[in-house]
C-alpha cells in the first residue's frame, strides 16, 4: 500500500469518502499509515443526526487544525424526537441523547428543559457552520426551527447547494425572511432547495441577493398561499403591467424552478381548503405554460414519485 504515492491515496480517498462519514472512519482503522494519509479527507462528507451527534461532531472539529476541517458535504437533521423521556443524559453540562435500547426509568423532560438543549445545539451547529464554511459546498439543514436561514455564516464562498427545511413542532412553514437580512452573499450558490413556505413579500429578491447567480430553485407551498403571483412577476410572466423592482426579480442565471404542491384536501370535509388548492395549482399550471423554467411537482402520496420528476 505504502508503494504508492500518498497523492494517489488521498485520490482515492476523496473518491470514497461520499457517504455519512462511516468510509472515513473505517479507512481510519485500516493502518496509522492510512490513518494519517486520510486527515484532510475522511471529514469532508458528514450527516449529522440528532443533538448529541452536533455536539460530538463539532467539538471533534474544534480539536483539528483549520487545515484538516475540509467538510465539504454535510447533512444535518434534528427532530423533536430526538429528545424523548427513556433517553436523557447530562454530560460535561450538555443533555446528551442515550441509547435506544437502554431500559431506563421514566424521566419526564420539561418544554422548558427541552427549549435549552434546542438553543444550546443550535449555538453549536452555528459555530460549527462558522469553522467549516471556507470548504463547504453541499449543505442541507432539517431542524426543529422556522428559520434555519439563521445559523448561516454570513459567508460561505464555496457553497453550490443549500436546503433548508423546518420541523417545527408549531408547523413546519419556512420563514425566510432572515435571508439576505444580513449581509450574506453565497456567489457560488446554484441550487436551493426550500421547504413549505407562506406568502412572504420579496421572497425573490431575498434570493437573488442571496445567490446572484443561482439556475435551481425549489420549494414547497400549502395551498392557501398567492406566491404563484410573487412567483410570475419575478419570472417576467402573465400581467406584466404591473411594475416590478428589479431588486425582486429572480436573476437572469436561473434555469428551473420547481414547485412542489401540499397534498390535496378532502373536499368532502374540507371544501374551501380544497378550492384554494384547485386555484392555485390552476394558476401553476398557467405559469408553467407561460414559462418553461416552472415545473410544478407531485407529492408520492398523489400518485406521482419525485423520482419521476427532473432533479435540481
Known amino acids: 500500500m505504502e508503494s504508492l504515492p500518498a497523492e494517489i491515496w488521498m485520490t482515492i480517498f476523496s473518491y470514497a469518502c461520499t457517504d455519512d462519514g462511516s468510509t472515513g472512519r473505517s479507512i481510519s482503522l485500516v493502518s496509522r499509515w492510512f490513518w494519517d494519509t486520510s486527515r484532510s479527507i475522511k471529514h469532508q462528507s458528514l450527516v449529522v443526526k440528532g443533538v448529541s451527534q452536533i455536539t460530538g461532531i463539532a467539538s471533534m472539529l474544534e480539536r483539528l487544525p483549520p487545515e484538516l476541517r475540509r467538510v465539504r458535504y454535510l447533512s444535518v437533521r434534528v427532530h423533536h424526537r430526538d429528545i424523548n423521556k427513556r433517553s436523557v443524559s447530562v454530560e460535561d453540562g ?11 426509568p421514566e424521566c419526564g423532560v420539561s418544554a422548558r428543559t427541552q427549549s435549552g438543549i434546542y438553543d444550546r445545539s443550535m449555538v453549536v ?5 462558522q469553522m467549516i464554511a471556507p470548504q463547504l459546498r453541499v449543505l442541507h439543514l432539517w431542524l426543529p426551527i422556522s428559520s434555519p436561514s439563521r445559523l448561516l455564516p454570513s459567508t460561505l464562498p464555496s457553497i453550490v447547494e443549500l436546503r433548508l427545511t423546518s420541523n417545527d413542532m408549531r408547523g413546519q412553514h419556512l420563514d425566510t425572511r432572515s435571508i439576505c437580512t444580513a449581509p450574506q452573499r453565497y456567489p457560488s450558490l446554484r441550487r436551493l432547495r426550500l421547504g413549505m413556505l407562506h406568502h412572504q413579500h420579496g421572497l425573490f429578491g431575498r434570493i437573488a441577493k442571496l445567490a446572484p447567480g443561482i439556475t435551481h430553485l ?21 400581467d406584466t403591467s404591473m411594475d416590478v423592482e428589479k431588486e425582486n426579480l429572480l436573476p437572469e442565471t436561473i434555469q428551473r424552478v420547481s414547485v412542489q404542491m401540499g397534498p390535496t384536501p378532502n373536499a368532502g370535509k374540507y ?25 410544478l411537482v407531485r407529492l408520492r ?6 423520482s419521476s420528476y427532473p432533479e435540481i
Open 301 to 306: 402520496s398523489e400518485g406521482t414519485s419525485l
Open 94 to 104: 450538555v443533555i446528551l441523547r442515550g441509547d435506544r435500547d437502554a431500559r431506563e
Open 125 to 129: 451547529l452555528s459555530h460549527m457552520l
Open 218 to 238: 425549489h420549494f414547497c407551498i400549502p395551498e392557501h398561499t398567492h406566491l404563484y403571483r410573487e412567483l410570475e412577476r419575478a419570472l417576467g410572466v402573465g
Open 271 to 295: 371544501p374551501a381548503w380544497a378550492s384554494m388548492h384547485k386555484t392555485m395549482r390552476l394558476n401553476l399550471e398557467r405559469v408553467a405554460r407561460e414559462d418553461k423554467r416552472v415545473v
